[in-house]
């Protein structure tokens, strides 16, 4: 079962973005703006980013396909990103297929693995703290969606 953060804790740092300090939080945090996708009103979720380039960045669902804000992008994909270089940068996301989620999980474990056994110990999901090799159905639980920048604001990135 995996463990539920508590709200207040993970709203606490859209001020800090809203606010234009999201590089306090560092490269592994970003704050995406979503629709709802019942309401259609603005959603703002914080989370954890496993891999950036220029392009864009590739967070992960820590609660799975029942996470609201990934209903809500499912259901639209236009978003827009803060990070610590951005602020409303607009985007598109797209949830990557299975396998792609797994081999993009398994090379963030391999090259962070502290900051992997911490988000593993968050949810409490054994498989990032314990695993080398991570199991096959570990993209079926944690999903990854890969946020692109708009193309004016892609060209604009310095390299990673």
């Known amino acids: 079962m995996t463990r539920r953060i508590p709200r207040w804790l ?3 740092p859209i001020p800090l973005f809203r606010g234009g300090f999201g590089m306090l939080l560092g490269r592994r945090i970003a704050m995406i703006e979503h629709r709802g996708r019942i309401s259609g009103r603005t959603r703002h979720v ?3 980013v496993l891999e950036h380039d220029r392009s864009g960045l590739t967070v992960v669902s820590g609660y ?3 996470a609201q804000w990934f209903r809500n992008i499912a259901a639209n994909p236009q978003v827009r990103v803060w990070t ?3 602020r409303a940068a ?3 996301a797209e949830i990557l297929a299975p396998d792609e989620s797994r081999e993009r999980l398994q090379r963030y474990v391999d090259r962070h693995p502290k900051p992997a056994a911490r988000l593993g ?3 409490s999901i054994d498989d990032l703290t314990t695993c080398r ?4 159905d570990v993209a079926a639980r944690l999903p ?3 946020i692109r920048y708009a193309p004016d604001v892609a060209k604009h990135q310095p390299p990673s």
Do not use: C, F, Q
Request: aromatic share 0%; proline share 12%; net charge positive.
């Open 90 to 92: 607009p985007a598109t």
């Open 64 to 66: 799975g396909h029942s």
């Open 84 to 86: 610590g270089r951005h």
């Open 144 to 146: 990854l969606v890969t």
């Open 10 to 12: 993970a709203r606490a």
């Open 46 to 48: 914080v989370l954890e």
């Open 121 to 123: 110990r968050i949810l």
């Open 133 to 136: 090799s991570l199991p096959p």
